[in-house]
């Protein structure tokens, strides 16, 4: 069992960015495939990017950042925030080789922090 615990969530105003961490309480944490989500309300929870075990660089899509240590976190660093971000956003883990793009891939996940962006 992993437990995963996101924080660094809140609201900010468009344009600033955004670090959010996680914390993987599991001694396995190098083992792990760990990835970002959001849902935005109405919506699909949505795939936004992950680092494998193997991984040795940060994963980098668009304004979505993603690095993890060698212990217990990842973060995601959200730049330039845009109101459409807003949302809840979870951190999720699995011991595929992965990276994986879709939820159900996850056996893992936290409870969520939300991000509310104003205009």
């Known amino acids: 069992q992993v437990r995963l615990v996101e924080s660094g969530g809140g609201s900010v105003q468009a344009g600033n960015s955004l670090r959010l961490s996680c914390t993987a309480e599991t001694r396995a944490f190098p083992t792990y495939t760990m990835a970002w989500f959001r849902q935005i309300p109405g919506k699909e929870r949505e795939f936004l990017t992950a680092?494998?075990?193997s991984d040795v660089a940060d994963s980098v899509a668009g304004r979505f950042t993603m690095s993890r240590d060698a212990k217990s976190q990842t973060f995601l660093q959200i730049s330039n925030l845009l109101p459409e971000d807003t949302g809840t956003y979870y951190c999720a883990a699995d011991r595929s080789p992965g990276p994986e793009t879709t939820p159900d891939a996850y056996e893992y996940w936290g409870q969520g922090t939300q991000v509310t962006v104003s205009s």
């Open positions: 680092i494998r075990w």
